[in-house]
């Protein structure tokens, strides 16, 4: 609990506490010979944030959204400790039209429309390479080609994309420069070593089609497990790290990886009523205000707080109280419920209680206009 001098409701973001988790998690892929990009859509692209995460020796920031990486275009000539500048990679495959955009924020991007790449061919000014990262589905059925398409379809776009630099000027070169591969988002298919064993006998026959190797991409937070493990095959290159680093979890099963801190961004909201309730309803009862029908247990008279905060800015499931004693009860759109009848300490209006965030709560605060973000500690 504190006293509120602070913006409320807020995320309190941990600069050191993130740093820290970066460094973890890079020092532990780079024992496997694994680059690791800090993936920054959980924290909306925050500069200050990512800063922090170069700090803890990450090759490169990765998001979904060029809204977001034109908030950290400012960090492009940061020097990361004596291994140059930090590489930006564009996660979502951008629309053709977002072509000049996307040459103009990011270095690389994991894409497997034709269309698209033949567009950053035509759009990429004079003098630069571009990467273009064909995505391979292996199963979690959201973008990328299936693995048996991947070799062909390279081998054509990388001639069509060859073809394009040469009708304008052989020095822009936009080209297949590896494989991507992404799990345990859209259906929480598990990675496995078999996965990730395929996609490096992928890349590496697709890249001897092309007549040079190909980069692998290999996964995201949920291929950490295996990391740890050690059991990651050889053949691959980096990984693209967002939810193991700022929430310091594993993602099939969110255990804490070990010596990360789980609590580098937290929740803050204010107290603004106090009250002992009956914990269940009185009277008939028909949908909430978002159509579910909530149960609740009879666990008779409660204290109850009531926080100026709500499904706007939150999910009220994915909020766990710092503080012993403090239950969450529930959420509308602007009201936080919370039971603290087995709180220790005194509360009136004006306190303010802490929570640790999971991803979806996380992407909710961070994308709430009523939602502050305060830096702490050092980066
Ligand atoms: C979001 C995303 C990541 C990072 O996922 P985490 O589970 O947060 O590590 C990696 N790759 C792609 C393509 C993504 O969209």
Redesign the pocket.
């Known amino acids: 609990m504190t006293n509120g001098v602070l913006p409320a409701p807020r995320v309190n973001i941990d600069l050191g506490k993130l740093r820290h988790n970066a460094r973890l998690v890079s020092g532990w892929a780079g024992k496997a010979g694994l680059e690791v990009f800090a993936?920054t859509?959980?924290l909306r692209g925050d500069p200050q944030a990512a800063r922090a995460l170069l700090g803890g020796g990450v090759a490169g920031l990765?998001d979904?959204r060029l809204s977001n990486l034109a908030r950290l275009q400012g960090l492009r000539e940061e020097t990361l400790n004596g291994r140059g500048r930090p590489r930006f990679l564009l996660?979502?495959a951008p629309s053709p039209a977002e072509a000049a955009e996307t040459l103009a924020l990011s270095d690389a991007v994991?894409c497997a429309s034709p269309e698209t790449a033949e567009s950053l061919a035509r759009a990429l000014p004079a003098g630069r390479p571009y990467e273009v990262l064909l995505t391979v589905d292996f199963g979690d059925l959201r973008e990328g080609l299936l693995p048996e398409d991947v070799p062909e379809a390279a081998l054509a776009l990388d001639r069509r994309l060859a073809a394009v630099s040469a009708e304008r000027d052989p020095s822009r070169r936009v080209h297949v420069a590896g494989l991507a591969s992404?799990l345990a988002?859209f259906c929480g298919v598990v990675p496995t070593v078999a996965h990730f064993v395929d996609l490096a006998r992928l890349a590496r026959e697709t890249g001897e089609k092309l007549g040079r190797p190909l980069r692998v991409s290999a996964g995201?937070?949920?291929a950490l497990p295996l990391l740890l493990r050690r059991e990651l095959p050889p053949g691959l290159d980096d990984l693209?790290?967002?939810?193991?680093i700022i929430l310091g979890r594993e993602?099939l099963h969110r255990e804490p990886l070990p010596g990360c801190h789980l609590d580098a961004v937290t929740f803050w909201a204010t107290v603004i009523e106090i009250g002992r309730k009956p914990s269940a309803p009185s009277g008939e009862l028909a949908e909430d205000a978002f159509g579910h029908r909530p149960v609740f247990v009879d666990r008779g008279h409660r204290l109850r707080a009531l926080l100026a905060a709500g499904r706007q800015d939150i999910v009220p499931e994915g909020l766990k109280p710092l503080d012993e004693g403090i239950e969450v009860v529930g959420a509308t759109s602007d009201h936080l419920v919370v039971d603290i009848e087995d709180y220790p300490g005194p509360l009136g209006a004006g306190a303010e209680l802490g929570f640790s965030v999971n991803?979806a709560c996380l992407l909710q605060a961070m994308t709430s206009p009523d939602v502050a973000r305060v830096h702490v500690g050092e980066a």
């Open positions: 993936v859509k959980g990765a979904s996660l979502r994991l992404n988002c995201n937070t949920a693209r790290v967002g939810e193991g993602s991803y």
